[in-house]
């Protein structure tokens, strides 16, 4: 089955307000009214109000990267998944490398974030991938499913609003990529992981993107793989000369 290509800029802790809302009115500009592909942008919590604002009119979709595992209460410093909702956020990025490497995120958290956040009716990219260790020690699909479990607790009728990324943590802004092959192999690894938890039609379209130093010279050859529905990028999402070149990767389908 051919499914949507997702471009999704992850934006991490960069940019000013003023350089956010100019990049999302560029990245709205080249996506246009462009149909056989979905755009999503991942910009800072402080930047979202703004970065809305300057997509509106637009079909580009607004993310948040991360949020808190309970709907409300004493939780200092945190954000609830009702309160992006309540913002106009449609995605939460979740088990980001960087939240569960840096941050030291666990699995059972990660659990408890994706319930609430699909509970507050958002859209959830759960992240996954293998560190340069588990790589090399032929822990690679160990960890994918490992990971891919949180899926168990995703109802039916929430499937639609799931999607997974796969960023190998050793390909995340080093420059260094999964080639086209690796990376085919892996996703397909986790479509069947994903049928074996959800079923076959729910893992048949989802879409499972790939992250991890994404660049205009590499982003055909891995959108063209079978089960490479898409790019999460970090780096090249930054400047709308990167950006946009690999939004125009994306295949018609
Ligand atoms: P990168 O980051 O494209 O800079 O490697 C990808 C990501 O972390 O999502």
């Known amino acids: 089955m051919s499914r949507t290509s ?26 246009g009214a462009a149909e056989h592909r979905r755009c999503i942008v991942f910009p800072a919590f402080v930047h979202l109000d703004h970065v809305r604002r300057n997509l ?11 949020c808190w595992s309970k709907k409300e209460g004493a939780f ?3 954000i609830s998944p009702y309160m992006l909702r309540d913002m106009g956020v449609q995605v ?18 990660l659990v408890d974030k994706l319930k609430v956040a699909l509970r507050a009716k958002l859209e959830v990219m759960l992240c996954v991938g293998e560190t340069l260790e588990e790589r090399e020690a032929g822990l690679t699909f160990e960890v994918l499913r490992r990971q891919l479990k949180a899926l168990k607790h995703v109802k039916d009728s929430q499937v639609p609003r799931v999607s997974v990324a796969y960023e190998p943590v050793w390909a995340i ?19 069947s992981s994903i049928a074996g938890i959800l ?14 130093s994404v660049k205009p ?18 780096g090249a999402s930054l400047v709308i000369d990167q950006f946009g070149p690999i939004l125009d990767a994306a295949p018609v389908v």
């Open 6 to 31: 997702v471009i999704a800029g992850n934006w991490k802790m960069h940019l000013t307000k003023r350089k956010a809302s100019a990049l999302a009115r560029e990245v709205a500009a080249r996506q």
């Open 56 to 66: 509106k009119g637009s079909n580009v979709v607004l993310g948040a990267q991360n």
């Open 76 to 78: 200092t410093g945190e």
């Open 92 to 109: 939460v990025l979740l088990g980001h490398s960087e939240r569960r490497h840096v941050l030291g995120e666990t699995d059972s958290l």
């Open 173 to 191: 802004g080093t420059g260094l990529t999964a080639t086209p092959a690796q990376a085919q192999e892996v996703h397909a690894e986790a479509r």
């Open 199 to 212: 079923g076959d039609s729910a893992a048949a379209a989802m879409p499972v993107l790939y992250g991890g």
């Open 217 to 234: 010279a590499n982003a055909s050859e891995l959108l063209s793989q079978a089960d490479v529905d898409g790019a999460l990028v970090g």
